[in-house]
């Protein structure tokens, strides 16, 4: 089956061409750049983005994989969640294309594509324990098929993801700032500032960030190196260290939970996606914990990809999942997942 994926969640504009489960072609345009001149993605600007690359990027996508429109059987788009007028324009342009071309369309959720995306790296095995750790998302499912998921956990405030990029913001990091606290960490020293793990002992499965971004800010305000204070941010080897003990401090947050939702769930299988997926201490500490075989998204599809979407498309269309031209984007993940029919058991 040839399939087209698309993606304008958020502020990439991705799309890809996936035959019989194999990468054809895929295609990223990326609008960080432009949103970090505003420390964060404005809505408008990335609806308006998505608009202009959207079609170009289709058009090279089609040549890259030496196909036509008129070969491809099922256009699968990212339904949500993500911003209204984001996924709008991924939505209205696939619909158009589905209409023209009388081919089947269906909406994908955007959050469980990170974890899906495992389908196009090789043979997965269900069931196993997805966690989801991005800019919008920390979730954990217990995944058992394409239409077989529970929600066990979440975040209560803040993504992984999030805090990451507040923090990065604090200390004049350009956005989105995981990746450069990433590795800025790996000469710091975790040990160097005392900061919580918020939740993180709790027998549950909710997990919290935002006592942990606070925690930093006074940090920072105390040792007079805050500039909205009006005070001048760490450098060097301050940095290293305050990025070091924030990263491990985060990652000492996702962790427990990952082995509490594991061990309740007798799941042995992980599976780790999203944008902080890439994170090296993440991996580092999920890697080193004994009887867990976990399994990490490659890099490059842990960012925001059309492959994603095109396999959970897919995958949701043979086991009989149908959508219409009413189609429309469903921007929260709840209130996705309880039109997915995906049960809930955070708890
Ligand atoms: O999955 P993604 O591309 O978009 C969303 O669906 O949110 O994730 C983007 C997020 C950003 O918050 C970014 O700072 C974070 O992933 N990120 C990282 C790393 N690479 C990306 N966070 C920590 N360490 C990284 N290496
Ligand atoms: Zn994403």
Known sequence: ???LGIETSCDETAVALVADGVVRAEGVASQVAEHAAYGGVVPELASRRHLEAIDPLV?????DAGVTLDDVELIAVTRGPGLLVALLVGVQYAKGLAAALSIPLIGVNHCLAHLYVAEAEGDVVYPYLGLVVSGGHTHLFRVS????????????DDAAGEAFDKVGKMVGLPYPAGPEIDRLAATGDPAA???PRPMARRDNLLLSFSGLKTAVRTHLERAGQLPEAGTTAPTGQALADLCASFQRAAVETIVPKVVRAATREGLTRVVVGGGVAANRGLRTALSALPGLDIHFIRPAWCADNGVMIATLGEARYRAGVRHDLDLAPIPGLMPLLDEEGVARVAR
């Open 145 to 156: 098929g394409p239409t077989d998921v529970r929600l066990l956990g979440h975040t209560v």
């Open 59 to 63: 058009t090279t996508c089609l040549a």
């Open 1 to 3: 089956m040839v399939v």
């Open 193 to 195: 500032i005392g900061l």
